[in-house]
């Protein structure tokens, strides 16, 4: 029971199950890892949105019936040719279907069926230099089916004609840990085809359809260290100033669309950082500001018109976990109160009355504990 733009009520039903095994063998004297899994993700849904008069339910809009059924099946080999460098392959299988029924409508809806049947392999490496670092390498395809929500209503584009969006990846990185450092760094790219983007918009409710060919390119990176250590507590597990730092660099955009041609993609800022310095105390008590930084503004319309602002967040937190089975934490955040754009829908060319930015939270304190049993 939903009451927004209209008043939404709908019943949803789910099922699913899974199963998965692994064996581990020796193979030609080589070690070798073979994984092999089912996923079954089915349900349905009665959907009724009426007039939103006040609150009220008014006068009846539409009545749906839609099923959605997704079957997947993967494996994975692990074949380790080197004793510490294995070849991976695999691949899974995806087979979805989309079904509505339209009982009554006045806005547009539109029965049909769709069926996507996908494979998706990929082949990588992956050295472990050490116990604790790791160096890896992959290029993989992967796919995505478009889900009601992203047709529905009075669309511009009904479900039965939006396709399966379909990608690419190649992809190389890193991860170590040391008692005074670790890191995470991964450099990607992915070539996209029929990627699922939000042409058309209508109080914050996105009508997807199908963009040509785009890439999604950028940079993972984490890092944390030990700044200085033995301050106040020197023994072989001392007190620590330690930085941790994450970073994504998002490179997406438009691969010479017939109407957007180089075009940013909407909605991703391409840089995004959190950090935070923490004083580690061996007792399991650490505690220390953090920020939040979007240094740069993104666009939210595919014509690349209208975007948003930068913004800096700060914000304190302290903890307790010394390793056992209880902690605690309490953090504050935007602890000067900023107003700010925290997301954005999307659409294709945007005005001055497109309904797109979503707001923050303001100032607010978080505090949690966890007991293992």
Known sequence: MHPIFLWLDEHHRGYGAFTRAVDDRF??????????????????????????????????????????????A????????????????????????RNQQVNFSLIGDVPGRTEFNLWSPKVGLLWDVDPTWQVFGNVSRSAEVPSYGEGGG???????????????????GTRGRRPDYSWDLAL????????????FNQFGNCNVTNADRTVHQGVEAGVGVSLLKGLAVRSADPDRIWLNVAYTYSDF???????????????APPHYMRAELLYKHPSGVSFGPNIEWVPTSYFV????????????????KAVYDNGTNFS?????????????????????????????????NGRAVYAGMRLKM
Request: net charge negative; aromatic share 14%; charged share 15%.
């Open 27 to 72: 193979v030609g004297g080589f070690c070798n890892r073979f994984i092999a899994g089912l996923n079954i993700n089915n349900g349905n849904a009665d959907v009724t949105w009426f007039v939103n008069t006040g609150g009220q339910k008014g006068a009846q809009m539409n009545s749906l019936e839609q099923t959605s059924k997704n079957y997947s």
């Open 74 to 97: 993967y494996v994975e080999n692990s074949f380790f040719f080197i004793p510490n460098v294995a070849l991976i392959t695999g691949t899974q299988f995806l087979s979805a279907t």
């Open 154 to 172: 009075a669309a511009v584009v009904d479900f039965t004609r939006i396709k399966a969006q379909t990608a690419t990846t190649y992809e190389i």
């Open 188 to 199: 990607y790219h992915a070539d996209i085809h029929n990627e699922l983007q939000c042409f």
């Open 253 to 267: 955009y438009y691969d010479h669309d017939a109407t957007f041609r180089n075009n940013r993609l909407p909605g």
């Open 301 to 316: 319309d595919s014509a690349n018109t209208l975007d948003t602002q930068s913004y800096l967040l700060w914000g304190l």
């Open 328 to 360: 605690a934490y309490i953090e504050g955040r935007n602890l000067s109160d900023q107003s700010y754009i925290a997301s954005t829908s999307i659409i294709d060319r945007a005005n001055a009355t497109s309904r797109l930015f979503n707001p923050g």
